[in-house]
């Protein structure tokens, strides 16, 4: 049994980890054996931080793989699906023709972003990036404008703050998660 037992820093090194690494795995609720304290040192049953860490990398592995469908997913909207219905039509294709579709759809996605109909996936979120982070500063900076030129109190302008900052939460819900996008423009009251 007191060979499977081992220490935190032994642990990290069987995880080949370094100790803070390994600390933020412990707060992700890896398994403690005993827990430390003044003079006494955490202990760890080594079998079950392995079975348990395995875990956690497949967990992580497979988020990963999600997030990579995802993104794919989301490339082939912005660029018009071509690889998506290509690979819908694919499979009964040979090789040689499977790569021949592939390679018309290239060419076609490269004509049609020569000609300005496609726009680079990193071109448009550089952009995006770009307005949001000034259209933030600016939000932000609304409060301390508005008590200059138009003489908010600071009540006032503690509730401008407030209200912008709400606003500013709602944008980045609804970029984060496309199905909160409203489908009509909001009336402004």
Do not use: C
Not at 32 to 48: C, K, L, P, T
Not at 129 to 148: D, E, G, I
């Amino acid at each position: 049994m007191s060979e499977r037992i081992v220490n935190r820093a032994e642990m990290a090194k069987l995880l080949e980890m370094s100790l803070p690494t390994f600390d933020r795995y412990m707060d992700r609720g890896m398994p403690i054996f005993q827990r430390g304290s003044n003079g006494r040192a955490y202990q760890f049953d080594a079998e079950a931080v392995i079975a348990w860490y395995r875990g956690e990398i497949e967990k992580e592995e497979a988020a990963a793989a999600a997030r990579a469908a995802d993104l794919t997913q989301l490339s082939m909207e912005l660029t018009g699906g071509a690889a998506a219905e290509i690979e819908g039509v694919a499979p009964g294709l040979s090789g040689k023709a499977r790569i021949e579709a592939l390679q018309g759809a290239l060419l076609q996605d490269k004509l049609e972003q020569q000609r300005g109909k496609l726009i680079p996936v990193e071109d448009v979120r550089a952009d995006y990036t770009a307005l949001f982070s000034r259209l933030r500063q600016r939000l932000l900076s609304l409060p301390v404008m508005l008590v200059r030129s138009a003489g908010l109190t600071p009540s006032q302008a503690a509730t401008v703050d407030a209200d912008v900052r709400a606003l500013l939460r709602e944008l980045a819900l609804q970029i984060a998660d496309p199905d909160m996008r409203p489908t009509e423009p909001e009336e402004m009251h």
